[in-house]
């Protein structure tokens, strides 16, 4: 059974960092593409970043550039997702995904996605 479960989240001052971790378990993970997605209250949710299984690359939005770093240890199993420099606007609910292969509808489509964990709450405050 594939399960994903994010952890890591929590509340932090602006400027500051936090570092979320995503346990993958059920299915071998370099064989996906993964992504993190937010959503934040009265928003739809939004593609942060991905590593590609099709081309290896990483992608981020714009909005997280140079701020979030995306990575991941296929030998734990986990993804993880360094933000620093947080901003008030990156409040929201973070989600790990999971497409076999892919991406095959745009990294940043969450239709595209198989698997989705239940998120983990990042509250920035000013």
């Known amino acids: 059974q594939v399960q994903l479960v994010e952890s890591g989240g929590g509340l932090v001052e602006a400027g500051k960092s936090l570092r979320l971790s995503c346990a993958a378990s059920g299915f071998t993970l370099d064989h996906y593409t993964i992504a993190w997605f937010r959503q934040a209250p009265g928003k739809e949710r939004e593609a942060v970043s991905c590593?590609?299984?099709?081309?290896?690359?990483?992608y981020y939005a714009d909005s997280v550039k140079g701020r979030f770093t995306m990575s991941r240890d296929n030998f734990k199993k986990t993804i993880y997702l360094q933000m620093n420099s947080l901003k008030r606007e990156d409040t929201a609910v973070y989600y790990c995904a999971a497409e076999v292969l892919g991406p095959t509808m745009g990294w940043d489509n969450s239709a595209g996605y198989d698997y989705w964990g239940r998120g983990t709450q990042v509250t920035v405050s000013s």
């Open positions: 590593i590609s299984k099709r081309d290896g690359r990483i």
